[in-house]
């Protein structure tokens, strides 16, 4: 069986190269980085522009129709003349033709500045490709020359000191990162479920208000059967969004118990919705009141969501800093133990070298010979 020094000589070719090939494309990663959010602001930018390219285009129609009508209206035009007022008619027309080529310009510019973005977009995008491949040789290289060394140094190795003590604190440190992902994974979840729940509240607050209008209205106790079920069809789709705020209450507060309760959201107050049509309508009986204390109920349940939203984000954003500083730890411990490892491939390679350089035309000594790897000075 190969001695570890033996191991170390024979790998330290691949070694070499995979060094090499990291620090040719380190560059990358932080470049990529840089440049793809340089391509996420230029097409925010163009999308911007688009929108206003299309509004300014409508706007060009309508300023040019305007134009043409009041132009080629002889109508208008004989009846300032016969009141004696050519003068104004043509002080008109001038009026809608400057407001038309100002929309022309408006247009012209939108045009320009997206004829300008495009190419930039397009160029980012292709040094994005570029980068984005150079970058996978980096991410490979370095899971190569990790594999590499976990092959020669995982477990006990007395030959290298303290690399047995680093190897353990990256252990602890890559552990601790994870378990610190994990944690914030799951706020980011039960955060992404409390803003489900406050759109679905939003909504249902919406159509409590839309059918409270409608119960004011005259047109209600006219309308029938028909303006009934309009008012049945805004407390059922309220009903319906109550009930999905309560689903996704449970559903966060499983992901994170740390969540209160926002209290009841009006179930009770909701029971009448089914019988408004069938019971209440021909009689034009309007549940004013019982609407009214669903919406105090639902608003004093959504202050109380909208806190609990606002905590939610404080406890992500405490995890987000204790995540990137548990990811800095691992990073740093990581680094160091692969330039002690880097160390000891370099003194076992060198100190082959020196022995091949002997002139006595001997085989060079066993690794006991030499009294084993040179002792690591950190």
């Not at 570890?4 to 024979?10: G, M, N, W």
């Not at 129709?65 to 009041?70: G, L």
């Not at 349940?301 to 995890?319: D, H, I, Q, Y």
Request: charge should be negative; proline fraction near 3%; include cysteine.
């Amino acid at each position: 069986m190969p001695s570890f020094q033996e191991k170390l000589v024979a790998a330290a070719s691949q070694n070499a190269q995979l060094l090499k090939s990291l620090e040719e494309t380190e560059y990358a990663i932080s470049a990529l980085e840089q440049n793809t959010a340089y391509v996420k602001q230029l097409s925010n930018e163009l999308a911007v522009e688009q929108v206003k390219l299309k509004q300014a285009t409508k706007d060009v129609a309508w300023e040019y129709a305007d134009h043409v009508k009041y132009r080629d209206s002889h109508m208008k035009k004989l009846r300032y003349k016969l009141g004696g007022k050519k003068d104004k008619f043509e002080e008109e027309a001038s009026k809608e033709e400057k407001e038309w080529l100002e929309a022309v310009s408006v247009e012209l510019k939108h045009k320009t500045t997206i004829e300008q973005l495009e190419p930039k977009l397009s160029e980012a995008k292709a040094l994005n490709s570029q980068l984005s491949s150079i970058a996978e040789v980096h991410h490979a290289a370095q899971k190569e020359l990790d594999e590499l060394y976990n092959s020669l140094f995982d477990g006990p190795t007395p030959e290298v000191p303290g690399e047995d003590e680093l190897e353990e604190q990256t252990k602890d440190a890559e552990k601790a990162f994870h378990d610190a992902q994990l944690r914030l994974n799951t706020e980011q979840q039960a955060r992404s479920t409390l803003q489900d729940a406050d759109k679905s509240l939003a909504l249902a607050i919406k159509e409590l208000d839309n059918a409270m209008k409608a119960t004011t209205a005259d047109a209600w106790a006219l309308a029938g059967e028909f303006a009934a079920m309009q008012k049945y069809n805004l407390l059922n789709r309220a009903q319906t969004h109550i009930s999905h705020v309560e689903f996704l209450m449970n559903q966060a507060r499983a992901i994170q118990p740390a969540i209160k309760s926002i209290g009841k959201i009006g179930v009770q107050e909701m029971q009448f919705v089914n019988r408004i049509v069938f019971e209440e309508f021909s009689s034009n009986s309007v549940p004013r009141a019982r609407i009214g204390e669903c919406l105090r109920v639902c608003g004093e349940a959504r202050g109380n969501l909208e806190g609990e939203v606002g905590a939610e984000e404080r406890r992500v954003t405490a995890l987000e800093f204790k995540c990137n500083e548990a990811l800095g730890r691992y990073e740093g411990r990581k680094r160091e133990l692969q330039r002690v490892r880097g160390e000891a491939f370099e003194r076992v390679v060198g100190k082959r070298g020196v022995e091949e350089g002997d002139g006595d035309g001997d085989a060079p000594p066993g690794y006991e010979e030499a009294g084993g790897l040179p002792e690591y000075v950190g």
